[in-house]
């Protein structure tokens, strides 16, 4: 079993930044360094989509048009931890925003589908102000 825990939304107001981290309990052996992570984000009426995710491989992520240039996901696996900086912050970025993790994923690639996750966390709420 694996636990997510994300922390660090709130309500801030357009143009400021927060830091999401996604803390990983990871249990049964199972290797937090070896996992694909991302984070989605779904808003009130929509769909979960992917935001932001990184492969094992920390130099392959992906980020969706709707963020690229604005937010950056890192991780520190000697900390289980998985972070989303979120810059420029407009009204648009107000969501749930959920971490989720493959703990045994089939390549270094990026998963896509929210499917492709085992694990998920509780989420955080971002809420963006004009």
């Known amino acids: 079993q694996v636990q997510l825990a994300e922390s660090g939304g709130g309500p801030v107001q357009a143009g400021d930044s927060l830091r999401l981290s996604c803390a990983a309990s990871?249990?049964?052996?199972?290797?937090?360094?070896?996992?694909?992570m991302g984070w989605f984000r779904q808003a009130p009426g929509k769909e979960r989509d992917l935001v932001a995710a990184i492969s094992w491989r920390i130099d392959i992520t992906y980020y969706s048009d709707s963020v690229a240039g604005r937010f950056t996901i890192s991780r520190d696996n000697a900390k289980n931890t998985v972070y989303l900086q979120m810059n420029s912050l407009t009204p648009e970025d107000t969501a749930d925003y959920y971490c989720a993790a493959d703990v045994d994923p089939p390549s270094s690639g990026i998963l896509f589908s929210p499917g492709r996750y085992e694990y998920w966390g509780q989420g955080t709420q971002v809420t963006v102000s004009s």
């Open positions: 990871v249990v049964s052996g199972r290797t937090f360094s070896r996992s694909a």
